[in-house]
């Protein structure tokens, strides 16, 4: 078998819900964004891609219809380049790359765009079908935009609870404090406000066609624990979880460039990393933040490495308090090499897109190292884990 390696990364600055992407189909926002990534390799023939594989949380939107194949023809890609859409909610890009991995390693194909793409504004609202034609009574609207919908009566009610209520369960469970969530918060806007001032996003984030956003709109770089204290709890009274401690609803795409060391010739040059490891992992449903803890043990014990050997860490931040309680039961890492430059609660949560992000950054950011071992881990709702091991 051969070795999958990531060649390059990009991404759209992430949007605040219905701020700078309001008027942006998610379709035209991932065509964008595959036209981006594929500008940065000019020597790459598109008509050579094997398959894009997109992730999408929703689908009930413009995003459906397999918003994949949608993004390869509105990017002008020849009609020959296949595109599929895959689904694993908030680890839905990272399903997308390590789907592409296997593929090359597995010898079936050789280039593959792997990313994602969520535009949480533009989610419909929907009503159920009627099970008979012009049924009689009314309906209820529900929004798309983040959560269970449409809920099977025979799931037990604790399962189905809202992702901030599982927030909430976790800082009960691991002894979260309210102050140690709001410093989590501060930091993570602190060190991304630092990092575009510093340019590390520049070379990773690209403009989105006719709109002005140069930035994640999200970040906040005078948050402190002062500042956030006086919100209040979101999802419970007395609770600890605010919208300040909490990912933002978010828009956005992002594009990972995924293929085999034969490649280098047409990509331009060096991969960014290896893709070493790879692990998936369950939990119950309602405390879905801790499942990136064994995914990400066995996405390590997978590419033959332990904590000690990691150098960055890039851990989704779905809230404070479930990055926290999975920093607890990770007792060998040492958690100022997490998210150095800032993590979700800062940068945003486009759902699809934020697996992507996530392993683009540390691609990226082993490059800028000249080496090391690197893990993306993200946690999903409804109780699962994702996890990716990068070498350089």
């Known amino acids: 078998m051969t070795a999958s390696y990531v060649y390059d990364a990009v991404r759209t600055p992430f949007a605040r819900f219905g701020k700078a992407y309001a008027e942006v189909r998610p379709d035209d926002l991932a065509a964008s964004t595959l036209s981006a990534l594929l500008e940065r390799s000019p020597g790459l023939d598109p008509a050579v891609i094997d398959d894009v594989i997109l992730g999408a949380a929703n689908q009930s939107g413009e995003d ?9 023809l509105l990017a002008g890609l020849p009609t020959s380049v296949p595109g599929a859409t895959v689904n694993r909610l908030c680890g839905s890009s990272v399903e997308a ?18 990313g994602g793409v969520e535009s949480m504004t533009r989610a419909p609202y929907v009503v159920p079908k009627a099970a008979r034609p012009w049924g009689a009574g009314d309906v209820t609207m529900t929004s798309t935009t983040l959560g269970w919908r449409f809920v099977n ?31 989590f918060a501060a930091r993570s806007h602190q060190l991304a406000a630092a990092a575009w001032d510093a340019g590390v996003y520049s070379a990773e984030t690209t403009v989105v066609p006719g709109s002005e956003l140069v930035r994640d709109e999200g970040i906040r770089a005078s948050s402190t624990v002062e500042t956030l204290a006086p919100l ?54 309602e405390v879905f933040g801790i499942a990136p803890v064994e995914a990400a043990n066995r996405a390590l014990a997978r590419a033959g490495r332990t904590w000690a050997d990691v150098d960055v860490v890039e851990l989704n931040e779905a809230f404070a308090s479930q990055s926290l309680a999975c920093l607890k039961l990770w007792p060998e890492l040492d958690p100022s090499i997490v998210n150095i430059h800032g993590g979700a609660i800062a940068l945003g949560h486009p759902l699809g897109a934020s697996g ?18 690197a893990v993306a881990a993200i946690c999903i709702g409804v109780g699962q884990g994702l996890a990716v091991v990068l070498e350089r």
Not at 97 to 114: C, K, L
Not at 155 to 167: F, K, Q, R, V, Y
């Open 64 to 72: 459906n219809r397999d918003v994949a194949r949608m993004a390869v």
């Open 97 to 114: 790359v390590v789907q592409a991995s296997r593929a090359i390693e597995a010898g079936d194909a050789s280039i593959v765009v792997a």
């Open 153 to 183: 009566p025979a799931m037990p009610d604790e399962w189905s609870i809202s992702n901030g209520l599982s927030a909430e369960l976790l800082a009960e469970r691991y002894d979260i404090s309210r102050e140690e969530q709001d410093a």
């Open 232 to 285: 209040k709890p979101a999802f419970t009274v007395g609770g600890s979880v605010t919208a300040g401690n909490s990912s933002p609803l978010s828009d956005g795409s992002s594009m990972v460039l995924v293929a085999g060391e034969s490649a280098a010739g047409s990509l331009g040059g060096e991969p960014l990393a290896r893709i070493a490891g790879r692990g998936v992992s369950g939990v119950s449903p």
């Open 356 to 373: 992507g992000r996530i392993i683009g950054h540390a691609a990226h950011e082993l490059a800028r190292r000249g080496g090391g071992v």
